[in-house]
């Protein structure tokens, strides 16, 4: 092999690593957001069963809306309290670490307080 064919193929295995390098940093970077997302699952997943755990120990399983106000002579009187456990719910969720606004419901709360969920609290 000539020494020319020699620095030829050293250069297209130097611009070969280059793209390899590239590509593994991009694929680095993916994996660095998958394994963040999958911890913060993780901690949300760990966060919901205790809070089912409980819920479920205390024997304050919500029923749906419908199954409450089926009864049309309790109707009006339930849907009071409803609407005050509703919010005592969003409230307790919002203390436990959970998203209660529409932009990111049901999420755990990673950076302190949200202003769409106090604003939300506060009507």
């Known amino acids: 092999m000539e020494n020319k064919d020699i620095f030829t193929h050293m250069q297209a295995l130097e611009t070969q690593m280059g793209k390899v390098h590239g590509d593994l940093g991009t694929l680095k970077l993916e994996v660095k957001k998958l394994v ?40 009006g009187k339930e849907a009071i309290d409803v609407v ?12 436990e670490g959970f998203h209660i606004c529409n932009v990111y419901y049901g999420h755990l709360r990673t950076e302190g307080d949200c202003l769409f969920c106090l604003s939300f609290l506060n009507k």
């Open 84 to 95: 005050g456990e509703g919010y005592d719910n969003l409230a307790r969720l919002y203390h």
């Open 36 to 75: 963040e997302e999958n911890q913060r699952l993780l901690l949300e997943n760990e966060q919901l069963r205790k809070i089912l755990k409980r819920e479920s120990m205390e024997g304050r399983l919500p029923l749906p809306t419908a199954e409450r106000t089926a009864d049309p002579l309790l109707a």
